[in-house]
């Protein structure tokens, strides 16, 4: 069976050709696909014969919502999708004034293994599809009757560590006869692969890049960060140059405040100096308390701001969306995970 959503418009296009269908019929399936149907009658617009052909050669994935936690505070949307197997992943809808944004996943669970993330518990069970992927976008906007506007990779997974599928996304998310979403309303997040930084470089998208850094040292990125130990922050941040001077995109370095292991005024300064020659950003992130880990939240978050902006650094200090509905980094499918236990 072919997953018919997973495919981009000349491919359905191509297919179409293939079954003898006039070029047309391409583009309304690929337009059906991307309002979110979930089955072939509802394609009203195609001939009955070439409904019953494709429903007997492909499937539209559809995911269910098995979860769903609205914020009290801010309107932030949590979902849980089960998916066609059963796995589930997150999804999270965030009201920001410039629009509104999903947070999605890019596999099921994550074999990263960073130390104060819920995600990684349990280690990666499959890579989602680019179908998969497009629905948290589709079916998050079709059950909330929200518009969306931006989407970040920063859910669930290393969205570098399933490459491919990363590309395919973004191309069908991008397109003009489905969501046509722009690349630089769309940022992906990443622990810092940089065989895949390089390689996402020479595709030229004008999409955001952040890299989460967590630490500007070596003792302390490996220790929290396990991909560091191969990497190494000197490489990561000679990559990051590349990365700027192929795309002229500035990165944005995620920075997560942990208790007494990464918030010191030396590392500040360090980070301000790595920051030097490589153009971008920092966002300081208050660490979500994660139950399986021991690390606590920063309490010096406004101080480690002001030091790195004496030094001349941007900073930003992430706003907390939907505190009460554990709407971070993997914590609702762990919950779940430990109930089913
Ligand atoms: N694998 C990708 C994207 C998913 S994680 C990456 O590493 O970037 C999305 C962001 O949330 C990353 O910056 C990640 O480091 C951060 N994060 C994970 N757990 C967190 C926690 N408990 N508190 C704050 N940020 C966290």
């Known amino acids: 069976m072919i997953d018919l959503k997973s495919m981009t418009e000349a491919e359905i296009t191509g297919l179409m050709r293939e079954l003898g269908e006039p070029v047309f019929r391409g583009k309304q399936v690929f337009q059906w696909l991307h309002r979110g149907v979930r089955s072939f009658e509802e394609m009203t617009n ?27 505070l801010d309107g932030t ?3 849980l999708w089960r998916l066609g197997d059963g796995n589930c992943v997150e999804t ?50 079709l059950d909330s009757g929200t518009e969306i506007s931006n989407i970040v990779l920063m859910g669930i997974g290393e969205p570098l560590d399933n490459f491919d599928t990363v590309l395919r996304f973004l191309e069908l998310v991008n397109s003009p006869d489905g969501l046509n ?41 490996s220790q929290i960060m396990p991909v560091n130990r191969s990497v190494g922050v000197e490489k990561l941040f000679a990559c990051c140059k590349r990365y700027f001077h192929t795309t002229g995109r500035r990165i944005s370095y995620e920075y997560a405040m942990i208790d007494g292991v990464n918030d010191s005024d030396w590392q500040a300064d360090l980070l301000a100096k790595h920051l030097k020659g490589a153009p971008g950003h920092v966002n300081l992130i208050p660490l979500n308390d994660v139950a399986e880990s021991p690390l606590k939240p920063s309490r010096r978050i406004r ?9 001349g650094v941007t900073v930003t200090v992430r706003r907390k969306l939907g505190g009460d509905i554990d709407a971070s980094c993997g914590q609702l499918r762990r919950k779940r995970m430990e109930e089913a236990e």
């Open 46 to 72: 195609l001939p009955k014969s070439l409904r019953e052909k494709l429903a007997g050669s492909c499937f539209i994935t559809a995911p269910e919502v098995e979860r769903k936690q609205i914020s009290q």
């Open 303 to 311: 101080e480690f701001q002001t030091r790195l902006e004496r030094q």
């Open 181 to 221: 979403i722009g690349m630089r309303h769309i940022s992906l997040s990443t622990c810092g692969l940089i065989e895949q930084i390089d390689k996402l470089a020479e595709h030229q998208l004008q999409l955001t890049l952040s890299v989460s850094l967590h630490a500007p040292d070596d003792e302390t990125r």
């Open 92 to 141: 999270v809808l965030m009201r920001y004034r410039h629009g509104n944004t999903v947070c999605i996943s890019s596999q099921v669970g994550c074999r990263m293994g960073c130390q104060f993330c819920a995600s990684t518990i349990g280690g990666k069970v499959r890579d989602l599809t680019p179908a998969e992927m497009l629905d948290q976008v589709l079916f998050t906007q």
């Open 77 to 79: 949307i949590k979902y």
